[in-house]
């Protein structure tokens, strides 16, 4: 089915431990996002990327990278997690005009334990 | 940089009368607004958005949001709230003339929204 997709909906791993979250959209969308969503914090920028092999630092990147290789995946590391880490974390994805708006997936609800 | 405030936690509103769920932002130069809507364990998915034009814009739903540039305010309004409209609600605000980091989609902390039956 055409749209965005996250993998795994939910995961729990332990603090040290190397984690990967997986966003795949089928529109051929130039623009990827990565927010986390925390309570009192609503939303906030991890990374995003413009296209294959460009990407940019949002307002919270420390602790993360991320990678675009295809247009259509964009992978979020959390190289060695923390428990401030702990958080629901979405991908979308957008056209190129500022204009556009952004089409989100369902999210990856992590714990760091 | 570019900031967005909601300044109400929670909304509370009995069904069939009119809501509002405020907004303000603050921008460098003329912002491009977006609302969004998230329902319990699912994404965020797109409301009604200003770029230029006419102040008042329609959305989905029935919703619709009053661009104000003197309050620098949006206000998310609907004439006759549903039960179905109890979700979160996010107002998000992009500086399209801040060079590279025009993309950057800044969203506020969120007001949750319950209509009452």
């Known amino acids: 089915d055409a749209g965005i997709t996250q993998s795994p909906r939910y995961k729990i791993t332990e603090t040290g431990r190397q984690v990967t979250l997986m966003c795949h959209q089928t529109?051929?969308?130039?623009?990827m996002f990565w927010y986390r969503q925390d309570l009192g914090h609503g939303l906030r920028l991890i990374y995003y990327?413009?296209?294959?092999?460009?990407?940019d630092k949002g307002e919270v990147p420390d602790g993360y990278v991320v990678s675009r290789s295809k247009t259509e995946n964009f992978p979020l590391t959390l190289e060695s997690a923390t428990r401030s880490q702990t958080s629901v974390y979405f991908c979308?994805?957008?056209?190129?005009?500022?204009?556009?708006?952004?089409?989100f997936g369902s999210g990856t609800q992590l714990s760091v334990l | 940089a570019q900031s967005v405030a909601q300044p109400e936690d929670q909304v509370n509103v009995a069904e069939g009368n009119p809501l509002t769920v405020k907004c303000t932002y603050s921008?460098?130069?003329?912002?491009?607004l977006f609302w969004y809507v998230q329902y319990p364990n699912r994404g965020l998915q797109f409301l009604l958005k200003?770029?230029?034009?006419?102040?008042l814009v329609k959305g989905s739903y029935g919703f619709e949001a009053e661009f104000n540039k003197s309050q620098t305010s949006f206000h998310l309004k609907k004439p006759s709230a549903l039960v179905s409209d109890s979700a979160l609600y996010f107002c998000?605000?992009?500086?399209?003339?801040?060079?590279?980091?025009?993309?950057?989609?800044?969203f506020g902390k969120g007001t949750k929204l319950s209509v009452i039956p």
């Open positions: 921008v460098s130069g003329n912002p491009y």
């Open positions: 998000a605000v992009r500086d399209p003339y801040s060079g590279a980091g025009s993309y950057q989609l800044t």
């Open positions: 979308a994805s957008s056209e190129g005009q500022l204009g556009e708006k952004l089409f």
């Open positions: 529109w051929s969308h130039s623009y």
């Open positions: 990327s413009a296209a294959a092999d460009i990407t």
């Open positions: 200003y770029i230029t034009g006419d102040n």
